[in-house]
């Protein structure tokens, strides 16, 4: 992997990924922050080096370097997920690259549905913490000691610091902002009413397929790290309806103006 990384930060370089500040991973709702940022160079995943290629179809995939509120700024437009058949090492391989880069802060936002019920569809959550539940870990691999330690503490994955500015950002701005525990799951199904409940038990307050995986990678990099979710649907088991993937795009593309307030004014004060 070292060399794969090496060869692929290479190719970046030379095409004028100049010493990032911040990484940004966006996912369902926050695809509109593109238009706010100065963009010097942009790449299509499949041109780059060893990067994996996005093959959802709401999600684009784009690298892009640029600056954001005077910042410099690297953006994956379009994230990778377990359930399309990668591997948690490919998953989390750009979380990597940034890191060579020259990030030293990730910022990541995600679709989740609500598994607290005070939490309604089109609110944000600010996540405080997390439940792995993707049956294994990317640092899961022989020689991972050569990029970071093997024993990642992971009592506080979550910046408390950028959370704070979040929250007051939040309230500056009238912006309704829960704040709780994601849980990442490995999909592409939707969970059953014995899943939600099982989920609820565990202390989650909303479920993913995402996030996770880039969270620890991370941390093992010794990165900081804030994430917030557009909750998209409502999962009451007692009252579940079928999905609606048009009415989950609905409501993240209802969340997003929310969205990108907070993350270009964090942006601004970091």
Same mark, same amino acid.
């Given at each position: 992997?070292?060399?794969?990384?090496?060869? =692929? !930060? /290479?190719?970046? #370089?030379? %095409?004028?990924?100049?010493?990032?500040?911040? @990484?940004?991973?966006?996912?369902?709702?926050? +695809?509109?922050?593109?238009?706010?940022?100065?963009?010097?160079?942009?790449?299509?995943?499949?041109?780059?080096?060893?990067?994996?290629?996005? =093959? !959802? /179809?709401?999600? #684009?995939? %784009?690298?892009?370097?640029?600056?954001?509120? @005077?910042?410099?700024?690297?953006?994956?437009? +379009?994230?990778?997920?377990?359930?399309?058949?990668?591997?948690?090492?490919?998953?989390?391989?750009?979380?990597?690259?940034?890191?060579?880069?020259?990030?030293?802060?990730?910022?990541?936002?995600?679709?989740?549905?609500?598994?607290?019920?005070?939490?309604?569809?089109?609110?944000?959550?600010?996540?405080?913490?997390?439940?792995?539940?993707?049956?294994?870990?990317?640092?899961?691999?022989?020689?991972?000691?050569?990029?970071?330690?093997?024993?990642?503490?992971?009592?506080?994955?979550?910046?408390?610091?950028?959370?704070?500015?979040?929250?007051?950002?939040?309230?500056?701005?009238?912006?309704?902002?829960?704040?709780?525990?994601?849980?990442?799951?490995?999909?592409?199904?939707?969970?059953?009413?014995?899943?939600?409940?099982?989920?609820?038990?565990?202390?989650?307050?909303?479920?993913?397929?995402?996030?996770?995986?880039?969270?620890?990678?991370?941390?093992?990099?010794?990165?900081?790290?804030?994430?917030?979710?557009?909750?998209?649907?409502?999962?009451?088991?007692?009252?579940?309806?079928?999905?609606?993937?048009?009415?989950?795009?609905?409501?993240?593309?209802?969340?997003?103006?929310?969205?990108?307030?907070?993350?270009?004014?964090?942006?601004?004060?970091?």
């Amino acid at each position: 992997m070292i060399k794969y990384i090496e060869e =692929t !930060v /290479e190719y970046l #370089k030379n %095409k004028g990924f100049d010493n990032p500040e911040i @990484g940004i991973i966006l996912g369902t709702g926050l +695809g509109q922050l593109i238009n706010e940022i100065n963009i010097i160079k942009q790449v299509s995943y499949n041109h780059i080096p060893n990067f994996p290629t996005a =093959t !959802v /179809e709401f999600h #684009k995939g %784009k690298l892009i370097f640029g600056e954001l509120e @005077g910042k410099k700024v690297i953006v994956m437009q +379009g994230r990778f997920h377990l359930y399309e058949g990668y591997s948690l090492q490919d998953v989390t391989y750009p979380v990597r690259i940034m890191e060579k880069l020259g990030i030293k802060t990730l910022l990541v936002s995600n679709a989740a549905g609500a598994i607290n019920l005070n939490f309604k569809k089109g609110e944000l959550m600010l996540i405080d913490d997390h439940i792995n539940l993707q049956g294994s870990s990317p640092l899961a691999f022989k020689g991972v000691e050569q990029l970071g330690e093997r024993f990642t503490d992971m009592s506080a994955p979550y910046d408390a610091e950028i959370n704070s500015k979040f929250e007051a950002i939040a309230k500056v701005n009238n912006i309704n902002l829960h704040k709780g525990v994601y849980v990442s799951v490995v999909g592409p199904q939707l969970e059953t009413r014995a899943e939600y409940r099982m989920l609820k038990i565990m202390g989650a307050d909303a479920v993913g397929m995402s996030t996770v995986p880039e969270i620890i990678v991370a941390n093992h990099l010794k990165l900081k790290v804030a994430a917030v979710s557009v909750l998209t649907d409502e999962c009451d088991p007692d009252n579940l309806e079928p999905i609606n993937i048009d009415d989950i795009i609905a409501n993240a593309t209802k969340a997003e103006p929310d969205m990108i307030t907070l993350f270009k004014e964090l942006i601004k004060e970091l």
